[in-house]
Each structure stands twice: as structure tokens, then as C-alpha cells.
């Protein structure tokens, strides 16, 4: 079966999902991101690799941050920009999403980076441009539903990386509402693929997936257990409309049981990282003193999120 | 009496309707937008033409759809471009419309691209830009009330004349709802100054203006009688509020009387082409069969649309 | 005390409030604007000065003006401009402010430009950023809640020195609700920095602040009183929620006892001009014939607006 991912010479050409991208495409991936951190450092933080290149933000579902940081990364490599908060729009007056692909197509787009809440899109998108012959064009999801979430898991390896050289011998714990993140799904593949010694799926039974353990994946109920000797620890946002509600007796409650407190973070090894994907809940999901703490390495991801996504667009681009 | 659309030279110095525009300057649109063409099909699609001038996407009425066409135009004619959402902005502070104008006017821009759910409010701009003496700044109208949209009429006409070189012997159907249509206005008009052999109106009683026949067109009630020996077959769209209530009995019923069918195309010239200004409703004005068929040019109009608009905005910067 | 919007070397850090800026960095500012009145006026309308650099435009309020016109400055100096509109975003999802900014610094971002509903917002991300060792990040205010909008200081400081070049004798009133506005707090810091030789608070009681003579205005109740013999008068937009209610009987009223009429405009110097921050009321606190007259400065200090913010910009980016 083809990979909708990668071209006929198995270079990217969507980026879709970690699930099902070669490890060598992903270490490619980061090794290029390296070359752009630099470029958000200069005094003209430009370069001209996506100049004259039109970049669609197709946003189904709201989410600025994200939306921001494919904006910077665009317009860094040079291309033009154009935001489309299709909720407001066509969709809206019952133009089905291929129809609107089609349109944007033919106003000849480069790149569409896809934001929806249906877990699968993207891939549809992916499909329907090969099915018409427009491989040229490029797909980057930025979070389908449930699903995925490539490039935070992209950019969280870059961080494993930058922080613990080495995947071997590594052991990660994944806390929180698994169930409910495309970050967890994205980040359990890539540290998989990548050879990482053990990751841990660490969460109450209500916010963990059934199928959870058939992703190679070790489960804690115990949050102590769950990240004691770790090496790398991250820590999921818990959606406010899980705080009070069937699955979770309330957000203090939460914390007692699973948010990340210093007491708690002295159980895993000393030089221990602690990642986050925004926005956190100070006092939810992690105490602010380890939010702030040196150990905290959760605005580096977000430098390094920029460096990732003018990667994998350059990429494209490029291929 | 003056044509506010054209300067002391007979030039074109805004674009307002289509209705009062000289043959000539539509064929002198017409003739750029041809040069246009492969600026969007080049690698870096970008042309000098605009640098440093300021647009304005001044939007009373949200519709994304046209402002991505125009914004996309005006990037790749490396303008600044301004999106104003002004349907949440000073208006709603009791700011007038012309106070609004003489704003944007200060700030030093260069054209706006105006959005208005009032028929003539861009003729009201432009009037008032020529009366405080600023007739160096642009209006193009992007929709105006049920009155006019002509840059949608301009492409539409690049799109008939690519496929079919010539007006003088063309028999066009426009079917559907032509009461509410901006497009059909500005498809009439083009059409007649253009030189059409024939133009037909085509739909129930209830969606034709009661003096459509004065405009110079043939109207038909049957979609048969209408589309038979057609060399063009303009489907238009039915706004989703028609579609049940006083003026059709429902979507379904419309679809049978006046869906555009394999059937019912089959009684059109061979080589007949179909249009539709999108976004479509598949199964309501158009089946499905007929929008991905050979005969079906629409997304060529979506192509040839961003070349117009580039073509109208760099001419009026130019005069 | 450090003062929070100056460096080391007393040069502009961040433009927080004109309260607190000292004599020569106003006067550097509005010279600074002076070279850039120019730019706006070229035929390509952009120099280079920001080229590379991210201007972030964070609004936890809505201003589709005031956006605007920092936009404008931003891309004329060709700055990448990114527009958040916060109220929609991660705050709503129950993030802190701190971590807003700390992530967009973390993203690289050169300059925010902050809107927000609350008094001393700015000021609160100056500190952070100078607690956090980022004092290469650059904040300008524009507007927090009652207390200060000092680009529209310095605007109406640029109008004012435009047309009567200097301030040592001139007799100002500002008219209006003063209670309520930001501009009306940073103008009076201004002329009393800049020397004015009068200002005065023109208004009824309950919208004039309890301890205004503390600024150092003189307070009339009577706008003939107010405006008799002045250079400059500058009005204050009424809000529509003042109108009617408690403070005010209702608008009518206001513009019989307050509203700027030729009659009462005859009171002042004969070379008066009359200032308005916008968007305008017309017929609630000025009438038209004033606000389209002669004396109306009004749409220059648009036009001065955009260059004073270029200038603003450009010096924070330049220390």
C-alpha cells in the first residue's frame, strides 16, 4: 500500500502523521530543524527558501497559538500567508471540504496547513490531491480530532534530543488525558520509532485509550510509580471540560492525584526534563514551581516548534 | 454626465459595475488578466507591481471566500494588505461610513476593496474620494447588495472568451436565481457590451426580476428550453434561504425543475462549457455528474478570478 | 526608581505611558515621526528598518483601528506583522498572561503591541520581560483600560507642535468624558511636559476624575467657559454606554450643554484648531459642521498617527 505521506522516492510530501513516517525521514526532519534555529536568531530573521510560495492556514477548528506559530514559521521562510478561519466561511454554506480544497487549489496554493476537528482530514485532503494529480501541493496537519498531531511530536523530539543527545536508554512518561490528545498519540509514535528504551501512558483509567498498551506502551495508574527514574516527562494539558463531569471528580482532586509537584518531580532522575504543549493549568495538571523550575524545559519546545515547522515546510517545499 | 468609474482619459479609475463600462476597457482587462495568467504559475509567484501600496480589504459583510481572492491578488502583486473585519469594528461604534473612508484615506492608502450588504455603497465611496478631491485612490467593488459584482462578472467573461475566442455567435443560459444574483447583473451586462448572439434567463417566475427582459436577455422558464443549443450554461447558486419558504416550495423540488443533470445538459452544444461562481450546492443547483464532468469549467474560473483581480488592481494603480 | 520604559542609558525601552517620559525622549519621538511623514507619501511607502523582525499585535480587546494603524507603521517599516486576537484565544483556555507573552518570546517575537481592558497590563509585561532577562523585547501600549494610550499623546503632541510649533503659550481644553479616557489622561501628561501654558478639563462633574487638579488642569463645568480664548481644543469621543444612564441624562442633552457647535467654536482664537480622537459622534459631542470645517484637524492626526507610531517603533528597534 502507499504511504500518503511520502513521494515516489519516498521523500515527505504531506506531513500527516509520526505514525508511518520512516525514522529516517523524521531524523531528517530534525537534523534540518537544527539548520533553521539559528535563523529566529538573527538581527533580519528571514530567509528566502518559500518566497513567491502562497501557504493556506485552513483552520476548521480555532486554535491562535498553533495557527501563530505556522504563521512566524511562514513568513520566515518567506512565503505568503493566507489565514482562512473556515468556520466563519463557505463551509458554513454547505460547500462540501473537497469543494473548498479544489477552490484554494486552483488559486494555486503551495501548502495547506489543516486544522480540523475530525480525526482523518488531512489524509482525506492528502488522498483527494493525489487522486487528482496535484502532488505538487503539500499538507501539513496541524491536529485532526483525536488523532494526530505531527508536528508537537515532531518538535517535542527535537527537544528530547537537544536535552538527551540519545534515544537509546531513554524513559518517558506520558501523564495525563491521553484519552483525549492528539500530542500523546503523535509522541508515542515518534518515541517509538525513534528506539526510546520505555515510555509509560501514566493517567486514571477514565482518560487512558483501552487500546493503549498495544502502542508499546507501559500503563500507571500511580502517578509516583509512573514517573519514578525517568528521564523525560510530559505532561499533557487536561481540557477544562473534563474538570468537572463524568470523567474526573473535579481539577483539585486531579491535582492531588496527577498534577506534577516538586515532591513528586524528586522521584525521577536529577536531570530529568519536564515538557508541557501549552497552555498549561497552573495547578492542574503541574505546580508552578515546576512550571518555572530548572528542569522545565517548556518554552524551549516552543523555540524549537517554530525551528521544526519551517523544517518540515521547507521540506515539502522542497521535494 | 460623468462615468465615476473612469478618470479625465476615459481610464479606468474604479471598478464599480460592469454596467457603464466601455467595451473596450473590459477587453483591456481582459487582455492583462492574459498576462497575468503565468505569474501564478511560476515558482516564485510574485510580481514587483505593487510593492509599498496599501489595500484595504474593507469588509461590511464577512465573506472569506472573495477576500482571499483579492488578497491572494494583491500578495502576488506584493502589495501591503489591510483585512478589515469592519462588521465588528468603529461602524458598530456609530462611526459613519464616509468617516470610516476618510480614515483609511489619511492613513495613506492606496484602494480599497469594498464589501457592502447595501447596494451603491461603493459608488458612494468613490463619489465622496472625487469630491474631497482624492481620486488617486481605487475602489473595486467586491459585492454590493443584489447589485453588483464585477470582478466575478470579468472572470466569468475571461473564462467564455478562453474557451470559446469569440462573443459574436455565443447563445449563454443563466439559470437559477437571478433575482438575488449580483453575478447574473454582472454576467448580463458583460455579455450584452461584449456582444453575445443571445442571453437567457433561466428560472421559476419567482427568482427573475420583473424587468429582466429590459436588460436585453430572453427569459425561459423551462431549464430544457433554456439550456437546448446553449453554448454556456451559467448555474448560479441558491442561497440556502431560498431554498425553503415563500419563493420555492424546497431544495428537492428546485433540483428536479432546475438542477443541472447529465440529462439535461445532453440537450446543450457538445462542446458546451458550464459555470458556476461556487460555492456550490451539489444536488441543489448542479448534480454532481455535471460538476466534476469534462464539460464543468469552474475551478478554471477560480484560476482565471485571481488573474482578473491582479489584472483590475494593477491597472487602476497604474493610471 | 527605575523607570520601566527607559534603558540603562535613559533611551526608549518600551512606550508604556507618556507619565513618566521626560521632555527630550517626547521631543526625539515627534522629530523621529517627522522624517517618516515622507514615507507615507512615497510611491513605495516602505524603508527597510524593521525588515526580519516579528511585531506582534496583541489585542485582549478589540480595536479594529487601533490595529490598523499599528499594522500599517509595522509593514511600512517592513516588519513581519502577526495579529492575536487574544479574547478568542489561550487566555480563554485559562492561560496566564505571563505565559501568553513568555511563549511569543519564546517564539522570537521583537515587539508586542498590547491592547487590554486593564490598567497597567503593559507595564506588567515591561517587568516580567526585564525580570526575565529580555529587555530586547519591546512593548507598546495601546490603551489599557482608563489609564493610558500614549501613541494617541504623542499623535495629538505631533498635531498640536504641527500647527502652532511651540507650546509654551498655548491655552488648551480638552472637552468630554475625561473620566473614562485614556487619551485624555496621556494628552494632559503631555502638554504639561511640553510646557502648554493652560490645560483645561472641560466637562460635567461626573465625568471629570475627582482629583483632575492634581494634574495640574484647570477644571470648568461651562464649555463656553472652557473653549473662550483657546489654541486648541481636543474632544473626547462620548461612549455609547455613558449616554444614557446614570452619569448622563442622555445624548441629546450632552450635546446641548457640550457639544462643539460653530457658535461656541467662535469663542476660541480665531486660529483654534479643533482635535477628536475618533471615531467620532457626530452630533452627540461635535457637530459636523465643526468636525468637516476648517478648523477640524481631525484626519491629520491620522495621518501624523501613522508616523508617529513608525517612529515609536522604529527607535524601540533601533536602542
Redesign the interface.
Same mark, same amino acid.
Request: hydrophobic residues 25%; aromatic residues 0%.
Given at each position: 500500500m502507499r504511504n500518503p505521506q511520502l513521494n515516489a522516492h519516498g521523500e515527505l510530501n504531506h506531513l500527516l502523521s509520526i505514525d508511518g513516517l520512516p525514522r529516517d525521514v523524521i531524523t531528517h526532519i530534525l537534523d534540518t530543524a537544527s539548520s533553521f534555529l539559528e535563523v529566529? =536568531?538573527? =538581527? #533580519? /530573521?528571514?530567509v528566502p527558501l518559500l518566497?513567491? /510560495?502562497?501557504v493556506f492556514n485552513v483552520f476548521f477548528e !480555532?486554535s $491562535?497559538?498553533t495557527r501563530? $506559530?505556522f504563521?512566524?514559521a511562514a /513568513? +520566515?521562510l518567506s512565503a =505568503?500567508v493566507?489565514n482562512? =478561519? #473556515?468556520a466563519?466561511?463557505?463551509t458554513a /454554506?454547505?460547500? $462540501?471540504l473537497l469543494? $473548498?480544497v479544489? !477552490?484554494? #487549489?486552483?488559486?494555486?496554493a503551495d501548502m495547506f496547513v489543516v486544522r480540523h476537528a475530525a480525526s482523518g482530514a488531512p489524509y482525506l485532503i492528502a488522498e483527494h490531491l493525489h487522486r487528482t494529480g496535484r502532488d505538487d501541493v503539500h499538507v501539513v496537519n496541524a491536529g485532526d480530532g483525536r488523532h494526530a498531531h505531527p508536528t508537537q511530536g515532531l518538535l517535542d523530539m527535537y527537544t528530547i534530543r537537544h536535552y538527551k543527545q540519545d534515544f537509546a536508554n531513554l524513559t518517558v512518561a506520558i501523564v495525563g488525558d491521553i484519552l483525549h490528545s492528539r500530542v500523546a498519540r503523535s509522541d508515542i509514535h515518534a518515541l517509538t520509532t525513534l528506539g526510546a528504551a520505555e515510555v509509560r501512558a501514566v493517567g486514571p483509567q477514565t482518560l487512558l485509550p483501552t487500546d493503549v498498551e498495544r502502542m508499546g506502551v507501559r500503563v500507571c495508574h500511580d502517578l509516583r510509580e509512573g514517573v519514578r527514574d525517568c528521564d523525560v516527562i510530559i505532561m499533557l494539558r487536561l481540557q !477544562?471540560e473534563r474538570m468537572n463531569g463524568a470523567l474526573l471528580p473535579s481539577a483539585r482532586e486531579y491535582f492531588n492525584c496527577y498534577g506534577l509537584t516538586p515532591e513528586v518531580l524528586a522521584l525521577a532522575r536529577p536531570d530529568a526534563i519536564v515538557m508541557h504543549p &501549552?497552555?498549561? !493549568? +497552573?495547578g492542574v495538571e503541574i505546580d508552578s514551581d515546576v512550571a518555572d523550575g530548572p528542569q522545565a524545559v517548556i518554552?524551549?519546545q #516552543?523555540?524549537f &516548534?517554530?525551528a521544526v515547522r519551517m523544517a518540515v515546510m521547507s521540506i515539502l517545499a522542497g521535494n
Open positions: 529566529s =536568531d538573527r =538581527d #533580519v /530573521k528571514k518566497r513567491g /510560495k502562497s !480555532n $491562535t497559538r501563530t $506559530t504563521e512566524i /513568513k +520566515r =505568503d493566507i482562512l =478561519d #473556515v466563519r466561511s463557505s /454554506k454547505g460547500e $462540501t469543494d $473548498t479544489d !477552490n484554494l #487549489v486552483a488559486m494555486h !477544562n &501549552g497552555p498549561m !493549568n +497552573r518554552l524551549s #516552543v523555540s &516548534g517554530i
